[in-house]
């Protein structure tokens, strides 16, 4: 087994690969190599391994939030300035309930009225039967005319011709027996009218039956929707600005503490003059970076929150609960709002299953790409360094492991990453725990339900209807 050694770069511990290994990743040795020779930087192309870095995070689309970082030495806020101080709002989130849920809902509703109709209607028939045994022949429901086209009826098995020729003969034959028999045999009328309502109890029954189990299906479909959304309304701002002169707001409830928790920090006794590097910065210098996030709508907003623009979501679940299906849906969402999607499709590649799924959750977007790359070294090699959001499903199958996923993460830094992996038959995901801990989001899919089991931008345990 490999001993651990020290990065010459960046002097992490790392269990190298080859026993010649003095750096822990490509990063570090290309850092290394421009150290040493800063006059050739300009003139060096980037190595085969390491992805020409461009402008995607300026081509997103969608994204709330300022400048993207800056890091730089921080400088307190300044008083409030008097010239920036302009009325403003800010967009406050409220809670309504989902279109889903309010169609659902209604649904359910009319489920409910029809179970009573069925109800009622069984009950009379009860009802009936119930007035004929006791010998009330006035509850009589029907004649030997009518008895006898039924009867015929049921006999043609639902021929149509049957069906006309066996009426028109249990009509006359009904006819005579009212003129004739109706009453010399009123109690064997009474009998078959007996039989007939209570054959008509039975498909009652079934009927019943069959709607109480809708009911229960409609019942657990409608727990399964998110209730609400949010909506954004307007909120008076105050405006600010910092020793730069760059603008920044405040609601007017946090501005009334600005100046107050600013003066306890910048009292008489200073502390001691620190050396900030990009390993290490102060608490306000910290507070004073600016940070992009993607400005998701809706039953997505529910769901995730406001993720960061660069995102890792780790989804797993067994086969057949409807992973794919969810990080489909989620693709599609991406391209329509924000940016440019590919999905690798390792597992299934261009196969008529995986077009079937585009075709039934209608993912048509000119953003949102496919590829069939088989495992790690095609995507390394093969793509480009063009797509805002990668999916990558799944790991299993492109047998990429939580080494090689950081590696291609440093290789597409701009790049978000969500990955699909198999479940175990315990509801875990399949392969090492590193996975889960490095991710920003965790989703386990489970009949059809999406739930976040870990997520840093929102509270977990949210669900997702994957199946509408």
Known sequence: MNKTKICQQCQQTFIPKRSDAVFCGDTCRWNNWREKNPAKVVAKQPSAEVKQENNLSQTLRGVAGDEPVKKSIFSPLSEIDKKAEKPNFVLKDVQVETEAYKQAKAKLDQQHTFVKRVSDALNVCNEQLKGLQNGNMGLLPITATAAAGYIGNKQSKGDPMTTLLSGLVGFGIGKFADAVL?????????????????????????????????????????????????????EPVVQFSNVWGKPFTLSKTQSLNVNKSENKTLGDVKPPTIKTTDKVISSKELKSMDYKSLNFQNRWNDFFGLPSVEFSLAVHGKPGEGKSTFCLQFAQYLAENFGMVVFISGEEGFSKTLRDKVIYINADSSFLFFANYKNYEEIKDKLENKFH????????????????????????????????SQSTKEGQMRGSNEIVHDADITVKVENGVAITTKNRFKERDMRFNVFP
Do not use: C, H, W
Not at 194 to 216: C, G, S
Not at 224 to 231: A, F, N, P, Q, V
């Open 182 to 234: 109706f009453e010399e045999d009123r109690e064997k009328q009474k009998q078959k009218s007996i039989a007939l309502l209570n054959e008509k109890r039975t498909v009652l029954e079934t009927q019943l039956a069959e709607a109480k189990k809708a009911l229960e299906q409609a019942t657990l479909y409608l727990k399964g929707i998110t209730r609400y959304e949010t909506k954004q309304i307007k």
């Open 389 to 420: 959001f990668i999916f990558l499903d799944s790991l299993d199958t492109l047998k990429i492991d939580a080494m090689r996923l950081r590696e291609l993460r440093e290789l597409f830094p701009n790049s978000a990453f969500i990955t699909i």
